[in-house]
């Protein structure tokens, strides 16, 4: 299952813009909406349900910040081929890394993630701040494993004073191997999600059927108590089936 960090982005690498949470919020007020429509048609309902509304962005503000943490895999998979071939080259690994900048904001853009750690690296290596614990920090900070893993491979290397091109260049084979296999099997798993929507989507589209074909059929569930009581219980259903199946494919590789 998807592992549950516990740590705050500090650094504010990875965020949402103002245009993906005013997205989010509107997606919440009509799936509010959406919901008194099928399930009570009152006024009053619609306060009730504000907190189903926020249920919903807290797990679709989730799963677009671990799009975005794949994204910065992506990228920091890129840049560890730039530096792997930099180092070929007779940089050492920091200058290898910081040699990169100029292709990577060629291929995601200044303000890209992959970017601005880049340019916390330079302003912290001119402070004379550890090259390893800030790839660590930022790694934890944006929590991502494999940027951490990276930082205690150099941080071992550069204290054991080992061959130091030939580890970081074994280690980033390694990692990207890694990145890529997890890449495949997210693929595999698109599949899944696509059809975790459409069963989300298939109560709806059924009782939407049914009010145009049949006017009235549900018409002895709304505006009566018991009707209110059960299409509740069908609500409560629904929201555990939605809960569920966004857990089994939410999969943390």
């Known amino acids: 299952?998807?592992?549950?960090?516990?740590?705050?982005?500090?650094?504010?690498?990875?965020?949402?813009?103002?245009?993906?949470?005013?997205?989010?919020?509107l997606k919440?007020?009509?799936?509010v909406c959406l919901f008194n429509y099928f399930f009570y048609?009152?006024?009053?309902?619609?306060?009730?349900?504000?907190?189903?509304?926020?249920?919903?962005?807290?797990?679709?503000?989730?799963?677009?910040?671990?799009?975005?943490?794949?994204?910065?895999?992506?990228?920091?998979?890129?840049?560890?081929?730039?530096?792997?071939?930099?180092q070929k080259a007779g940089y050492s690994t920091e200058n290898a890394f910081l040699s990169g900048y100029g292709d990577m904001k060629r291929l995601y853009g200044g303000q890209s993630t992959i970017c601005r750690m880049l340019q916390r690296l330079k302003t912290g290596m001119e402070n004379h701040t550890d090259f390893g614990k800030m790839w660590r920090q930022m790694g934890q900070d944006v929590d991502i494993p494999e940027i951490e893993e990276f930082a205690r491979v150099y941080e071992v290397a550069y204290k054991s004073s080992g061959n130091m091109s030939a580890v970081m260049e074994k280690t980033a084979e390694i990692i990207i191997q890694k990145l890529e296999t997890k890449k495949e099997i997210r693929v595999l798993l698109s599949a899944k999600v696509l059809e975790q929507k459409i069963m989300n989507a298939m109560p709806f589209l059924i009782m939407f059927?049914?009010?145009?074909?049949?006017?009235?059929?549900?018409?002895?569930?709304?505006?009566?108590?018991?009707?209110?009581?059960?299409?509740?219980?069908?609500?409560?259903?629904?929201?555990?089936?939605?809960?569920?199946?966004?857990?089994?494919?939410s999969i943390e590789l």
């Open 1 to 25: 299952m998807q592992r549950e960090s516990g740590r705050k982005d500090k650094e504010g690498l990875i965020v949402m813009t103002m245009r993906e949470k005013g997205c989010l919020a």
């Open 28 to 31: 919440s007020v009509l799936v």
């Open 41 to 86: 048609k009152e006024l009053w309902a619609v306060p009730v349900l504000i907190p189903v509304g926020g249920f919903y962005y807290f797990l679709e503000r989730k799963r677009l910040l671990q799009e975005k943490r794949e994204e910065v895999k992506e990228q920091f998979k890129e840049l560890m081929l730039l530096a792997s071939t930099g």
């Open 209 to 249: 059927y049914i009010n145009i074909t049949s006017p009235g059929y549900f018409a002895g569930m709304y505006h009566t108590l018991w009707g209110a009581v059960i299409m509740s219980v069908f609500l409560c259903g629904y929201l555990a089936a939605y809960v569920l199946s966004y857990k089994i494919v």
